[in-house]
Each structure stands twice: as C-alpha cells, then as structure tokens.
C-alpha cells in the first residue's frame, strides 16, 4: 500500500483496485506454485499526462513490473473532461521490492 | 659381453645411455611420482577444509541455533489462538470497530491441507474509507502473521467516498490444533502503528463527481458556483458568483476569492484552488 501511496498524486483516482496472490499450498498431486501477486487498477484522471507518470512512478517507486497501461475513453461532461485508464502488473518480488512481508500487498 | 659392447657404434651408445635413464625416470613419474604427489595435494586440500570447517564450527553452531529458535517461533504462531476458526472472526470484528470499519459477517471457508499445514480461506466483507481499510488491514498483518492475503478488491460505491472490500484472507495452521490461550485483543505481540499515507485515491476531488454517464448532467457537488461577470478595477475588483458581489480576500461557501481576471475568478479552500470561468463555468485544477 506504501510504495502506491508514493506513486499518487492528485490528479487521478481509483473506481477499483484489485490485488491477487497465486495461493501458496498445492492442490493434491501437484507441485507448489510459483509465488506471484499482481495488481489491477481502475480509475479516472484529469489529464492523461498524470496517467503516464502514475505508471512510470508505480514501476519505478512503486512495486510494479513493467507496468501495462491502457488508456481508456475520455469523457466529456458539463464542465470538465475526464480519462479513464487502467493499469495491470505483476508484483516485484517482496526483496526487490522492499516490502515487509511476501504476503501482503 | 665387453668385447661386444666395444664393437657397437659409440653414438649408439651414447643414445642408449641417456635414453635408458630418461625411460626409467618417465616411468617412475607416471606410476610412483604423479600419484604420490597428487595424493600429496589432495591430503592438504582436506586438511586444509578440515581447519576451515573446525574453525567455522562456533558460528555453525550459534546459526543452527538462531534457525531453531526461529522455526520455534514460526510454528508457534501456526498455533497462535486467535486465529483458530472460533477466535479469528471475534479478532477481525473487534479490530474493524477500532477502526470504525462496516464488516459483514465472516464464515471459515474452505480448508486445503497439505503435508501438515492447513490454509483456511476466509472470504471477508468490509467498508469504510480507504485510509481505515488500509489501517485495518495493516493491524490485521501485524496481529495474525499467520495469515496472508490471497485477494483484495476495493471498489469505490457510487457516489459516496465509502470503498468496498471484498478480501479473501488465507490462515495458515496445524491441523487439528485446538487453542489453548483465551482470545481478546491486545493479548499477543506488539501492534505495529498504521501506515502512513498520504493520499485517499478512492476520493475524488472537488468540483468532479462523475458517476454520471457522459452527455447527462453530473450529481451535485457540494459547491457548484458559476461566475457570471467580473469588474476589473485592480486590488478592488468584484466577481459576481451565483448573482452575488464578492471581492478579493472575501469568502464564499468557505472559498477565499484570491484574484480576478479577464473572464476568470480563482477560489482557494484547504489549499485547492477552483478556477471559475464565464466561458467554462467550473474545472477542477489539482
């Protein structure tokens, strides 16, 4: 949460943010596996120059490799114009990524 | 046998008797020397290892020990009371009030086990604004570090700042270990203080609520004023803003007017400032 917390700023912000781990036990008769976590988010910016650099920070602050960015619709209201965007990577490794602990975002 | 001997070639004779030594002395290296001295190097090499290995043989000792006591421990927290399928929902309830979290009721899941460790999966439902999930989750971490977090969703409700947790959180114990300590919260280890953050990306900034499709109107913000005319007359210029005549370092709605321009008013409130245009009536700038 802290790494991400440092790739924000606020000209963007998240409809959702998904954090996923591949389990650690094996199912019966298979072998371990590999430990992997990943990240998924979903939001809005009022400009897409704060996109690129919320993912550019994200992979270089942040626990992210090689995030993929996909930059959606911009939509027009009344008053202001919005970007939607999403952003997906797979997480660094705990070590790499200075986290406190394997299991925890 | 002399006679014959004078009889050969000097030069043959000379060849033989530097030939004949030189075949003794290669084959005595290759079958006597070369495998003594090999045997030779070989004895130092383990000699030497052998030092080295007494030598290292107190750190050894002093690292089997400090792995023995951390494996000690680790097993002990795979029978830590609180997370027993009884005591975790009591934990996780008590800590979600301390942080003014919304949970849904939480139900043991499924339970996989495997060569004596069983994982049981909690499918956990909370809501709250994203600072107190985030602290929750992080008292959560430093009080059952026997459970990790397989999924995590937030989602942002519609039209509020109050984000949905839907977490799927994994314990890991031995099997069939009943607890043996009573549960309640602050009985085990040091509570570590909450993150630090800096930022709620599930609140959206002023002046841009858009849950709205695009082409209808957005919902209310909480102050939507619209400027419609400016007197330009340097540090004593007026803004007319919803029809009322508001001067620079006066407030509106708890808005500090902080200057006028040609077509332009800029308002500022807890650092943000709100750009009011006759042009376009409102933008939200970070």
């Known amino acids: 949460m802290l790494p991400l917390d440092q790739a924000l700023d606020d000209t963007l912000w998240f409809d959702e943010l998904h954090y996923a781990r591949q389990a650690i036990l094996p199912q019966p008769g298979n072998l371990p596996p590999p430990a992997e976590a990943s990240l998924s988010l979903r939001g809005k910016a009022t400009a897409a120059a704060g996109i690129g650099r919320f993912a550019d920070a994200l992979a270089a602050r942040g626990p992210c490799i090689k995030p993929q960015l996909v930059p959606g619709a911009a939509k027009h209201y009344t008053r202001f114009e919005l970007v939607e965007f999403s952003v997906s990577c797979t997480l660094k490794a705990p070590a790499a990524a200075g986290a406190e602990s394997g299991a925890k975002p | ?286």
């Not at chain 2, 097993?75 to 005591?87: D, G, I, K, M, V």
């Not at chain 2, 003014?100 to 909690?122: A, S």
């Not at chain 2, 695009?214 to 007359?233: E, K, N, S, T």
């Not at chain 2, 005549?245 to 808005?255: C, Q, R, S, Y």
């Open chain 2, 1 to 286: 046998m002399i006679r014959r001997l004078a009889r050969l070639d000097p030069q043959v004779l000379r060849l033989a008797l530097v030939a004949v030594p030189a075949m003794v002395a290669l084959a005595g290296w290759g079958q006597v020397l070369r495998p003594a001295w090999q045997a030779r190097q070989t004895a130092v090499a383990l000699h030497t290892s052998t030092q080295q290995a007494i030598a290292e043989l107190p750190a050894r000792r002093a690292e089997s020990a400090r792995l023995v006591k951390e494996a000690d421990a680790l097993e002990r927290l795979l029978e830590a009371p609180e997370s027993a399928s009884t005591h975790l929902p009591v934990l996780l309830e008590s800590l979600a009030a301390e942080h003014k979290v919304d949970l849904l009721p939480i139900f043991p899941g499924r339970d996989t086990e495997f060569e004596g460790l069983l994982e049981t999966l909690y499918q956990i439902e909370a809501s709250a604004p994203y600072p107190r999930l985030v602290a929750w989750l992080a008292d959560i971490d430093a009080r059952i570090p026997n459970a990790g977090i397989n999924d995590a969703r937030f989602s942002r409700l519609a039209a509020t700042e109050s984000v949905t947790l839907k977490l799927r959180l994994a314990v890991y114990r031995r099997p069939a270990t009943p607890p043996t300590l009573p549960v309640g919260v602050g009985t085990q280890g040091e509570i570590r203080s909450a993150p630090v953050i800096h930022h709620d990306p599930f609140r959206r900034p002023a002046g841009s609520t858009t849950d709205a499709e695009p082409g209808q109107p957005a919902p209310p913000a909480a102050w939507q004023p619209i400027l419609r005319g400016v007197l330009l007359a340097g540090k004593a210029s007026l803004a007319n803003v919803d029809r009322q005549m508001v001067a620079i370092g006066e407030t509106l709605e708890g808005h500090r007017l902080v200057s006028i321009s040609d077509h332009r008013a800029v308002f500022e409130k807890d650092g943000r400032r709100l750009v009011l245009d006759m042009r376009r009536p409102m933008e939200p700038r970070p």
